[in-house]
Every structure is written in C-alpha cells, then in structure tokens.
C-alpha cells in the first residue's frame, strides 16, 4: 500500500508539472489585430505553431473581432476563445486553401465534400477548440465573392453548380475539417454562418462535442455537425439551428464505419432533416444511441435513418424525443443507388417519442428554407421502406404518439389502397420522406420489412384523412400490443394489410369502432375503394 501511495503521488506530481508547463500564448504578441478588417492568418497559425512546437499549449484569442483566412489546428494545441472574442472567416476566397490529407483512405465518393475549411485539423492529437467567444463564417458574402469571381472569368471553377447556379459545395469553404484526428474536444462556443457545411469530422476517434450554439443558415448545404465514419463519438447539449440537416452521420468510406456514437440532450431546427444517416452510406453506422433530443420547425424528418450505397446499418437506439411543428416523424430507407450489393438495416429501437407534423411547411418563417416537394400530396407518414430482395429487419416502437393534422383531400392525392403497385419503388433514388410520391397511409407507410413491433404507440389525427392509418406491404411478423388509433372521423380499416403477416394482435383500439380495425387487401378481392 505504501508502494502505491508513493507511486500515485509521484504521478500527480508529474501531471503537475506538466500542466504547470503548458505554454500560453495570446495572438496579439503573434501581430493580430483586433479592428475586424485586417487578416491575421499568418499570426494566428504562427501562435498556434509556437504552442505546438514546445509542446503543445494554449493559444489565446482575446477579446476583440479577428479575420482569418485557413488555419491548420497541430497536437495538444488548446484554441481558446475569451468572453468576447470574435474569429471572423475572411470574404476572400483566396485566403482559403484545400488541404492535403496524406495517408487518407480513398473515398468512394468526393465531389459533395470540400476539402476546405476555416479550421483544418489533419492527424492531429489532444486538441481543443472551446471558450466563451463566438466563430462567424460570414459564409454568404464568402459564397457570393466565389460566385462572382467565378463569373467574372476571375476564378473559373469547372466544379460550378450551372444546374443550381451556385457554386458547388467543393468551391466553399466549411467551418471546421478535422480528418483522421484522435481525442478531440469542441466545447462552449457560439459557431455557424458557413458558406458551406458547419462543423466536420471524418474517421477520427474520440470526439467530444458539447455545449455549442450552432446557428448555420447563410447558404445552401448549411449543416449543423457532419460525422463522417469515426468511432466513439459524444455529441451532447448542443443547440442547432441549420438551413440543411442538424447533425448528420455519414459514410464515404468503405470498411469504415460510425461506430459506437452518442448524441444527446440536444435542441434542433432544421430545413432538411433534424438527425440524419446519409444519404453517403458506403460504410456502416452501428452501436449508436439517441437521446434527449427536441425538435422544433423542421422541414422534412425529426429522424432519418438511410442506407443506400451498401452500408450496414445496426443497433440503434432512438429514445426520449419530442418534435413539434416538423413535416415528417421517421423515414427509413433501405435503397440500392450504388455499390455491389444493398445494405442492411436491422435492430432498431423507438422508445419514448411524441411528434406533431404539421400541415403546412414547418419552416416558412425561416429565411433560407430547403427545395420543396414539386407535386401535389397529403401530409406524408412515418415511412419504412425496404427492397423487394432485401427487407428491413427489427424495428420496434415503445410508448410512441404521432400526431397528424390530418385535412387529406382526395382532390389533391390519391392513392387507393387496391393499386398499392402506383407507389413505386424508386430503387436507386435520392432517398428522401417525400420520393414515393403521395403515400396510401396518414401514420404509418412499411413496405418490405421483417419484424415490426408496437408496443404502447398512439396515432391520433386532427381533421379528417380519408386513408387508413397504417399501412403494411410485404412485412412480415407484425407484432401490435397496446396500439390506439384516432381517427377524425370513425373508420373500421385502419390497419390495412397487403401480402404481410401478423404474429401478435392484442389490445387494438380504433377510436369509434368495435374491432380491431384491421383489414387485408389481398382476402376482399371484391372490395372497392371508398
């Protein structure tokens, strides 16, 4: 005992003096000025570069506004930005650089993901950027200095968007690119106005996320935070407000993989989706738990879980979520747009979610909103949807309430539950809540699925919707134990079953109805649509 005590005071001591070591520097020694016009690229990255070269350190960005150009954050450097510090991205394109990432594996698909960033972080270990201070992308006036540059034959770019007439995500810069980093903590910070994606992270390990205020809506791909095939990764008590998805997971990296991921405690608003997987989904996404999550005026979907390049997408825990005003609850997407062979998609879990879609669009009052859907359609619901040859596989839902607005006309959508064969299958297209065109169902549409299990879920409609509230297609063992359905208006076909099987049936109530409200297709060759 006396041994250890010897030695656990020899450590301490050591870890003293090695804090006590760490070598601060402010920029201002480095030359920067804090006017919010100079740009102070080579005094930040020098200040960076001393703490780095003794060492590692602190590097401290005071109180004041600062242009920057690119800068490359180096191991054990510790960002810090004091109570009033502004970092300004510069307007000049030319003080962005696109980064070397030697020693990176081979994306299978690059040209959506730009390698340019106001912070680059490459291999780098035991990094920080955290304070009190905020980091201002200025991304529209950056992303408009790029379009006109490239107009006016200064800086011609073939990469240039025509079909959009913008210029393409690999022409702007984003916020943060951290590529292939180990133990990296973001922390306290108010970030956002990216000309292009927020803040981005690919296969790098141990991330910690917490704390932010992310206000992302200058121009278009605006996400809030992209994770791109790292492992143990904690993104927690953050706010985001996004033009495009809120936090995003994807995959361009064969034999890669999200893994081991937490995200919790956070508060999103979104013109795409509020939590995303995809649409790159080359590698995998597994081991992940959601939690604590409110969602508020987004676009398309609260949760979009999406594999469509061959990734395999497994164990995954959505819990504790509450979504008001958003235009879509779940999508889930098994598609095939690339890749040898399809995915999966298996063991997934809802537990303890209510989410209120709305009629019309969530995000109308917003300044930059996403594309709309180009034709006509009724509320859309929550989607499962797998392929023909490769099921969706173990979805469960516990203690769940969707709430509908309801209002379908047939006027502006039909699709009568005998000609379920109009719904395409869209096998190899963008996946997105909206890309099977108008939808049988008000709460729930599963085609080509195995293992669905209810337990506790409650859809309930505000107004009166002509089509049922849910609707399987080719599913197999549905599981429904304690599941409530309001409907505006009394209807005995409320589960309409088409080619799929039920292996538990148990207290099943339609509000207004005696039975079950269960109903096959393919049994009433003489029914009739209503």
């Not at 063992?477 to 799929?500: C, Y």
Request: charged letters at 20%; hydrophobic letters at 40%; one cysteine or more.
């Amino acid at each position: 005992m006396k041994k250890f005590l010897i030695i656990s005071l020899q450590l301490i001591l050591c870890l003293s003096l090695g804090f006590g070591q760490v070598k601060v520097v402010n920029i201002l020694d480095f030359g920067a000025v804090p006017d919010g016009h100079t740009v102070n690229t080579n005094a930040i990255q020098r200040a960076i570069d001393e703490a780095h070269r003794t060492g590692g350190g602190k590097v401290i960005i005071p109180t004041g506004r600062f242009v920057t150009g690119s800068i490359v954050l180096k191991s054990h450097v510790n960002l810090y930005l004091n109570q009033g510090a502004v970092l300004l991205g510069s307007t000049d394109p030319s003080d962005y650089f696109e980064m070397d990432f030697p020693g990176r594996p081979t994306a299978i698909k690059q040209d959506d993901n730009s390698q340019m960033a106001l912070i680059l972080a490459h291999k780098a270990r035991h990094i920080t950027v955290a304070g009190e201070g905020t980091i201002d992308g200025q991304g529209l006036p950056l992303a408009l200095a790029i379009d006109s540059l490239h107009h006016a034959g200064i800086a011609i770019d073939p990469r240039y968007n025509y079909r959009r007439n913008r210029p393409s995500e690999t022409m702007r810069p984003k916020l943060f690119r951290f590529s292939q980093c180990t133990d990296v903590q973001i922390s306290g910070l108010k970030v956002g106005s990216s000309a292009c994606w927020g803040l981005s992270f690919e296969l790098s390990h141990n991330l910690r996320l917490s704390d932010l205020t992310i206000v992302n809506r200058s121009f278009w791909n605006n996400d809030g935070i992209d994770i791109t095939d790292c492992t143990n990764v904690q993104v927690t008590n953050c706010n985001v407000n996004a033009a495009d998805d809120g936090i995003c997971l994807k995959s361009y990296y064969e034999g890669y993989a999200n893994d081991s991921i937490y995200i919790a405690n956070c508060t999103i608003r979104s013109s795409a989706s509020a939590i995303k997987f995809g649409s790159a989904s080359f590698g995998g996404f597994r081991n992940i738990i959601i939690e604590g999550i409110r969602v508020f005026d987004t676009f398309r979907s609260a949760i979009a879980i999406e594999s469509v390049d061959g990734a395999q997408i497994e164990n995954v825990s959505v819990t504790d979520v509450i979504a008001k005003n958003t235009g879509n609850a779940l999508f889930i997407r098994l598609g095939h747009r690339s890749g040898d062979h399809p995915g999966v998609v298996r063991n997934i879990i809802f537990r303890d979610m209510r989410i209120q879609i709305a009629f019309e669009r969530p995000d109308s009052e917003y300044d930059l909103r996403g594309p709309e859907v180009d034709f006509f359609h009724n509320p859309f619901p929550a989607s499962i949807v797998g392929l023909e040859n490769q099921s969706i596989e173990d979805v469960s839902f516990e203690n769940i309430e969707l709430i509908y607005p309801g209002r379908a006309s047939k006027a502006m959508a039909y699709v009568p539950i005998t000609r379920l064969s109009q719904v395409p299958e869209n096998t190899s297209k963008y996946p997105e809540f909206s890309m099977f065109g108008e939808l049988p169902s008000w709460g729930f549409f599963i085609r080509h699925a195995k293992g669905i299990t209810f337990s506790d879920v409650r859809l309930k409609v505000l107004d009166e919707d002509f089509r049922p509230a849910v609707l399987c297609d080719d599913v197999q063992g549905i599981s429904m134990n304690q599941v409530e359905i309001q409907p505006a208006k009394p209807s005995d076909r409320q589960i309409v079953l088409n080619e799929s099987t039920v292996i538990k049936r148990q207290a099943i109530h339609i509000q207004g109805v005696s039975g079950d409200g269960i109903f096959h297709v393919e049994q009433s060759e003489q029914f009739q649509a209503k």
